[in-house]
């Protein structure tokens, strides 16, 4: 039991794990600013480059008023500072979205490099470091949890064979005294098959019962207190697909 609840709980922190860079990757948006005092054939013929850039899709233009309004929204009744400026600092700016099939960290790096190599282009913002990130821990969750799967398979295997070795032991008379009134081999091992299948079952479900507890209580009151994380985001317990 004990066993299933480490080597189950690191498999369900690395399913969530995958989960989450998923919604990353999937939803990653791409704030391109623009240069300063840009014409509006220039605009829409970048927007044009733009979205012939493979895996790379426009989703609206978001001008400098529009974003310095929405600023001014955001900070309410202390928008005196954005006053201080003295004027508009913000660039116009194209809001863009990567494919999924673009977003190996490598792709991300060089995606954002042609971008800001563009003309017109003042730069670029997207979330490279956090899908880095992600998978940095993906990886070190593989290793980490197929290491304790080898670890407690093997010492699971152990403490089976050491206690079926004490149980026969303990028990030799009695088998002794079978074969001597012509009990088979077969017959007098069938119930040490039976316990080690019997506690194999009733250990894997109290596991999996403490790592369900632990996950529900977990994720009680995830969306009140994971404010970064997506929306679309569900935390999963158990996925064999």
């Known amino acids: 039991a004990m066993a299933v609840v480490i080597a189950g709980s690191f498999y369900v922190i690395y399913l969530n794990m995958r989960t989450l860079v998923t919604h990353w990757e999937a939803g990653n948006r791409v704030l391109i600013y623009l240069a300063d005092n840009i ?5 829409l013929d970048l927007e044009a480059s733009l979205n012939s850039i493979e895996g790379l899709t426009i989703l609206r233009y978001i001008p400098k008023e529009e974003g310095l309004a929405f600023l001014q929204e955001e900070f309410g009744p202390q928008d005196e500072l954005l006053a201080s400026l003295g004027g508009n600092p913000l660039p116009d700016t194209f809001e863009a979205m990567v494919k999924m099939d673009s977003q190996a960290p490598q ?6 490099a042609n971008l800001k190599s563009l003309p017109l282009i003042a730069d670029v913002e997207y979330g490279r470091e956090w899908i880095e990130r992600g998978h940095q821990i993906l990886n070190f969750l593989q290793i980490v949890g197929f290491t304790l799967l080898i670890i407690f398979v093997v010492a699971g295997i152990l403490v089976i064979v050491a206690t079926l070795k004490l149980t026969i032991y303990a028990l030799k008379h009695e088998m002794d005294t079978l074969r001597l009134i012509g009990a088979s081999n077969g017959f007098i091992a069938r119930p040490f098959y039976l316990q080690s299948i019997i506690e194999t079952i009733i250990g894997t479900v109290l ?22 994380l997506p929306m679309t985001f569900n935390p999963v317990f158990m996925d064999l697909k």
């Open 207 to 228: 596991g999996l019962a403490v790592i369900y507890g632990l996950f529900t209580l977990a994720t009680r009151d995830f969306y009140t207190e994971a404010f970064m």
């Open 107 to 112: 792709n991300i790096r060089e995606i954002g």
């Open 39 to 43: 014409t509006e054939s220039e605009r």
